[in-house]
């Protein structure tokens, strides 16, 4: 009996027919809200795939909030003309069909790749989304010859974000403009036309808080004024100076009135001149400069760029890379290079070669940087000034007061590197913590552990410094 009674209790309870036969849908028991948040993270011909899955999910399509149409999903034959028209085709009738099936839903966000197989549709499908009281816009398309931006879409009083990539071709603005709520624009790979339609679009948009123009040409433009009193965030980026993109700012002057202004980054070659006014709220600075077309000498080049980074005296963060210090070596020590120290920066951190030129770059930078308290040195490989440097003794208003933190990446363990090392060990009076990363070259761990211990070894102000190599 004993026995028996065990065997009872061991058995499991016999699952009803609906639970062992029927899994539990627990997606589609979800809230709306939810699920839609998560079908926004899907391509929309996606979102419509996956609607065969649950018999509620069957229309949820026809309302979710973010559409993303993408051309590139439709393109599965080769690239013939042929097959472009047909793909073309297809793409419109689906973005079509989506679009008129929503009936009163707004749209929160849309996003829309197309090329140039469908710019006669592209007006009408920005005023459908308007229509629908759209707030984020994302078109990346090349029209024919120029864009001018639809009437519907400048009277639009909810439209926020605006991403626009034109393929190199003319944005042409319209007589009158007013993006009232526009907080962040994001401009690609698009022309200008001249100065006024520039200036006038920034100014048309007073609550603009994040501007990115990201391989734009300029070369219609003699001054790029970029007014807006309540900008926090500017990225302008020309890296790849081609035929296609132009010559960045090279022929054009960079001018700036921004006095909310909190983040700058600038990448690309050197600008025809700056003009940066009531930028003192300013806090993170990145200024990554790239060898442009411009016919100038190098001293020339060093007082454009100390002009740059001298309207940045309030910076608390500031990253600059191994062509600034180049163009900036020229000119240390003159009068017109900084007149004054940088009292607010915080955090330093700079991209550079081992050569005497960058090194003694640092070191002069870290003289007008009195309270600096964190510096990082990325080592980049350099083909020229690579000659011998001898550190010399001083002292460093940050050396002896702030600097607590250094880290040093892709070291190798060349004299100039040790040399810069030893310095800042021998005196960093309050220096707290060194991490030095090793270069991938360095493959044999007894090379790297020979080296780590002569870093360990080197003479230090600091009593509570510990050297780390992660």
Not at 45 to 57: A, C, I, K, N, P
Not at 83 to 98: L, M, P
Not at 186 to 206: M, T
Not at 399 to 424: A, C, P, R
Request: charged share 20%.
């Amino acid at each position: 009996m004993a026995k028996s009674s065990k065997k009872s209790n061991n058995k499991r309870p016999k699952s009803s027919k609906t639970d062992e036969n029927n899994g539990i849908d627990r997606i589609s028991d979800l809230p709306e809200p939810l699920i839609h948040h998560i079908l926004s993270f899907l391509q929309t011909v996606d979102v419509v795939r996956v609607s065969v899955l649950s018999r509620r999910w069957r229309y949820l399509w026809n309302s979710i909030p973010c559409l993303d149409f993408d051309y590139t999903l439709f393109s599965t034959g080769p690239m013939t003309y042929f097959f472009q028209f047909r793909f073309g085709e297809k793409f419109t009738d689906f973005v079509n069909r989506v679009l008129s099936a929503r009936e009163e839903c707004d749209i929160q966000r849309l996003h829309l790749s197309c090329f140039n197989h469908c710019n006669s549709w592209v007006d009408r499908w920005i005023c459908d989304a308007v229509g629908r009281n759209v707030q984020e816009l994302d078109l990346s398309f090349c029209p024919d010859d120029s864009f001018e931006l639809p009437h519907c879409l400048q009277t639009t009083k909810l439209l926020t974000v605006l991403k626009l990539n034109l393929c190199y071709r003319v944005l042409r603005m319209p007589t009158s403009m007013g993006f009232s709520r526009l907080t962040s624009l994001h401009f690609v790979s698009l022309k200008f036309l001249n100065d006024d339609s520039a200036r006038e679009f920034f100014r048309s948009c007073p609550l603009l808080e994040n501007l990115i123009m990201e391989r734009c040409v300029f070369k219609n433009l003699k001054v790029l004024d970029i007014t807006a009193t309540n900008l926090k965030n500017l990225t302008i980026k020309n890296v790849e100076v081609d035929s296609i993109s132009d010559d960045g700012l090279c022929e054009t002057e960079l001018k700036i009135f921004a006095p909310n202004l909190v983040s700058f980054n600038y990448m690309g070659p050197v600008a025809q001149s700056y003009l940066l006014k009531n930028i003192s709220s300013i806090a993170s600075v990145f200024i990554q400069l790239v060898p442009g077309p411009k016919k100038a000498s190098m001293e020339e080049l060093g007082y454009l760029v100390c002009e740059f980074i001298k309207a940045c005296y309030s910076t608390k963060v500031l990253k600059l890379s191994v062509t600034f210090l180049e163009y900036l070596f020229p000119i240390l020590g003159k009068p017109e290079c900084f007149s004054a120290p940088f009292y607010n920066l915080k955090s330093l951190k700079l991209f550079a070669g081992i050569g005497k030129l960058h090194l003694q770059v640092i070191v002069y930078l870290l003289e007008y940087f009195p309270n600096l308290e964190a510096l990082a040195i990325d080592f980049k490989e350099t083909s020229k000034w690579n000659d011998y440097w001898q550190p010399q003794d001083g002292v460093l208003t940050c050396l002896m007061y702030h600097l607590k933190t250094v880290e040093i990446d892709n070291v190798k363990g060349q004299e100039n590197e040790l040399g810069l090392i030893s310095f800042l060990l021998k005196f960093g009076q309050v220096l707290e913590t060194m991490t030095i990363t090793w270069s991938t070259d360095l493959e044999k761990p007894v090379e790297i552990i020979h080296k780590a211990l002569m870093l360990l070894m080197l003479p230090k102000a600091s009593s509570k410094v510990t050297i780390t190599f992660p």
